[in-house]
């Protein structure tokens, strides 16, 4: 057998990033220039040290799914393998421009989704003429209807969550990382865009998946890391992993 | 099998990375690929900046009749401000003119500077999902505010059409619109990176422009405020070197009539001459810092 093609290399990597910390102090001008003058940092200002010396390869056709409790690293870790978060040590290699999928992420609100989509499609690089032949197959895809004239401050949740889906699986990536954004789709969506991710794999891309629902992970993903509060627990076959998880998590209560 | 790992495997990871060209995920593109990146986004730039036109004015009742109103009822508060109430139009012929092609011209630059420096940090939903360089959102903003500048000059042709009349030397305006689009550009890429990682400056832009606006002469005229108060002669030198001044100067040298007495010296080379290199330098300065982009 050939060796596998890697396609994302995590080399001990630790990301570190300041966050303003809520209430620091009175927030008052008088409270502000006693800190100048005294030459202290801003103290509402905190280092977290969100992803700690985390090591594993990923190889072509892996999808892989990323699971942990709720701050454990798991988005922190996919910004910066997407490069939009880099490491304050350690290197991640990736192979292709990685696209990352989530569930903040807004497209421009005043605009209708079908301006949407065309300008999502043209910061992707796509060009005119691609775009033309795509757009009805996003659209359908999207599942968005007749909305799609309106503007996207109107959409729900769901609905902002599926358009931004199909834009962004409008173009085959190499790498893609989705992060929960398939959780606020109703059912009918969460299987065709499960789908969609199998249809990645096949096409030996690359898909890491963070989500909080196991069934998810177990279906897609034939891969699984569990980070704990920044550090890398476990690196295994996807079922393995999740009943490691699982096991933990119920040990607790 | 992954933590306990020795200096040994760090080296092997870099091989291994490097044996299937993987590159560092978050390395800024070299100057050159970053440009053909760039070129190969225009169709975006555009598209965003009519976007953002039309998202701007989607709320307004009149829509996008304020891209003229705006800009002639500026002119208005200001010719009566300067013109009727203080009087300050001594010995220029056409006054209104010449005011209002100093406040077009300074608020093309000013209008690039401030809403530049805020180009990134309004759109950092965008740049955490799409990859895509981000000079393209600066850019955009003066694309945005070139339109303006485009509407702003037809206004201005049409008053003074009506009041001197045409003349040939009117083409020398898109040269002069050519460099003071390079400057602003550069501008805005410089105040892009600067707003995005302190953001006081958006709280202090707004006196730094005001005080470059009394500096530049667009309400009176520099050689004749200079004559009047007996400067010695290197002054006048000076005070041209103000880019701002010198893309005025040709404006106006463009479309007034009896300009000359009231011109600038060398104001062509001084308006290349900051064109190129902050152009050129703002670019740079914005690239250096494409890979922090969107952080935190």
């Known amino acids: 057998m050939a060796e596998p093609v890697p396609t994302v290399i995590a080399d001990d990597v630790n990301i570190i990033y300041k966050v303003i910390a809520g209430q620091g102090g009175k927030g008052t001008a008088a409270t502000a220039f006693r800190r100048i003058l005294k030459r202290q940092d801003r103290p509402t200002i905190r280092e977290v040290h969100a992803v700690k010396n985390v090591t594993f390869t990923a190889y072509k056709g892996d999808a892989i799914g990323v699971i942990g409790r709720n701050g454990s690293g798991k988005s922190t870790l996919l910004r910066a393998i997407a490069g939009l978060l880099p490491p304050a040590s350690g290197a991640i290699y990736t192979g292709g421009q990685p696209s990352l999928l989530g569930v903040n992420a807004a497209m421009m609100n005043d605009l209708t989704g079908d301006r949407n989509v065309v300008l999502g499609c043209l910061a992707m690089g796509m060009s005119s003429a691609e775009i033309a032949s795509r757009y009805d197959e996003i659209v359908e895809f999207s599942g968005i209807g007749d909305f799609i004239d309106l503007p996207m401050s109107t959409y729900s949740s769901g609905m902002a969550a599926r358009l931004k889906f199909a834009i962004a699986s409008a173009k085959t990536h190499d790498i893609l990382l989705v992060d929960e954004a398939l959780a606020t789709g109703d059912a009918e969506f969460r299987v065709r865009s499960e789908q969609k991710i199998k249809d990645l794999r096949a096409e030996a891309g690359t898909v890491f998946l963070v989500s909080h629902s196991l069934d998810v992970v177990l279906d897609t993903c034939n891969r699984a890391i569990w980070l704990d509060k920044g550090v890398l627990r476990m690196d295994g076959d996807a079922r393995e992993v999740v009943q490691a998880y699982t096991h933990e998590t119920t040990a607790n209560r | 099998m992954s933590n306990a790992a020795g ?290």
């Not at chain 2, 013109?83 to 006054?95: A, C, E, Q, R, S």
């Not at chain 2, 005011?99 to 950092?124: D, H, P």
């Open chain 2, 7 to 296: 200096p040994a495997e760090t080296v092997d990871l870099a091989a291994l990375a490097e044996r299937h060209g993987l590159s560092r995920s978050s390395a800024r593109p070299p100057l050159g690929g970053y440009l053909r990146e760039l070129w190969g986004r225009r169709q975006f730039i555009l598209s965003y900046a009519r976007a953002r036109t039309y998202a701007m004015y989607a709320g307004a009742r009149l829509g996008s009749v304020w891209q003229v109103l705006t800009p002639l009822m500026n002119a208005g508060v200001y010719y009566l401000a300067f013109g009727v109430l203080l009087g300050t139009k001594n010995g220029i012929h056409n006054y209104a003119a010449f005011l209002i092609c100093g406040m077009f011209v300074f608020t093309y630059t000013q209008r690039s500077m401030t809403e530049g420096s805020r180009a990134l940090a309004l759109n950092l939903s965008l740049i955490r999902t799409l990859h895509f360089p981000r000079a393209t959102l600066p850019l955009a903003y003066v694309v945005n505010e070139l339109n303006q500048m485009a509407v702003s000059m037809g206004i201005l042709f049409v008053l003074v059409g009506v009041t001197d009349g045409f003349a040939w030397r009117w083409l020398l305006v898109v040269p002069a619109l050519v460099l003071q689009t390079m400057f602003n550009l550069g501008m805005t890429l410089i105040f892009a990176r600067i707003g995005t990682f302190v953001s006081d400056i958006s709280q202090l832009l707004p006196f730094v422009t005001r005080t470059w606006l009394y500096a530049s002469g667009i309400f009176f005229s520099i050689p004749d405020k200079l004559a009047d108060l007996d400067a010695p002669g290197w002054v006048i030198h000076l005070l041209s070197l103000n880019p701002i001044s010198a893309y005025i100067d040709l404006v106006r040298r463009a479309l007034l009539d009896d300009h000359s007495r009231h011109a600038l010296p060398n104001a062509w080379p001084i308006a290349a001459g900051w064109a190129v290199v902050v152009l050129a330098g703002g670019f740079v300065f914005f690239w250096r810092a494409e890979d922090r982009y969107g952080r935190g």
